[in-house]
């Protein structure tokens, strides 16, 4: 018969030792799962700004498009962009539809808030004008119209195919990328 000779003190509960270790093994599954945590949340980070960057690219793309394709002519100054088009208001009715009238619309870089925003205005053969800010962290824009000959404050026909490209800030406030947008208008 084995008889076990050890004493027992009649004590429940872990030692220093055991403590220590569970601790220490505690610790290391809670720093990685803080690592894993912000790499998610990095790369969920990195997936929204993409959405953004699309949403911001299309919402862009229609605004200009509504403007270029229904532009008679175009004129280009330093610091803007200006179409003679038709425009859209409400037109206050119940329905609240939309009324497309003759109007001079102007797209230009300006400083809001210490970003530089595109805004678009618009001016009615009437005197009712309207402005929105159409792109945050925008640097300018500019008219390509397929020849040398644009110049500047001069208002021309619109051509068979014109192209706009809008000059975004980079990180460190100088210009960065460039969005581009091709129409063909005939």
């Known amino acids: 018969m084995n008889v076990d000779t050890r004493r027992t003190s009649g004590r429940k509960g872990l030692t220093l030792v055991e403590l220590t270790v569970a601790l220490a093994i505690a610790?290391?599954?809670a720093a990685a799962t803080l690592r894993l945590t912000g790499r998610l949340a990095r790369r969920s980070s990195l997936l929204d700004s993409g959405r953004r960057e699309a949403c911001l690219t299309d919402g862009l793309r229609r605004v200009l498009a509504?403007?270029?394709?229904?532009?008679?002519s175009f004129c280009i100054t330093r610091d803007a962009l200006s179409f003679r088009t038709h425009a859209a208001l409400s037109s206050g009715g119940p329905a609240g539809g939309l009324a497309s009238e003759p109007a001079e619309v102007v797209y230009r870089v300006v400083q809001v808030g210490g970003a530089?925003?595109?805004?678009?205005?618009?001016?009615?053969?009437d005197g009712r004008q309207a402005a929105e800010l159409v792109c945050r962290g925008a640097a300018g824009i500019s008219l390509d119209a397929g020849?040398?000959?644009?110049?500047?404050?001069?208002?021309?026909p619109m051509p068979d195919r014109v192209g706009v490209a809008v000059r975004m800030a980079g990180?460190?406030?100088?210009t960065g990328r460039e969005m581009s947008f091709a129409y063909r208008l005939r």
């Open 147 to 156: 020849d040398s000959k644009t110049q500047a404050g001069r208002w021309r």
């Open 27 to 29: 610790g290391m599954l």
């Open 171 to 174: 990180a460190d406030g100088k």
């Open 116 to 125: 530089g925003w595109l805004v678009r205005g618009q001016r009615m053969q």
């Open 66 to 72: 509504c403007d270029v394709l229904n532009a008679e």
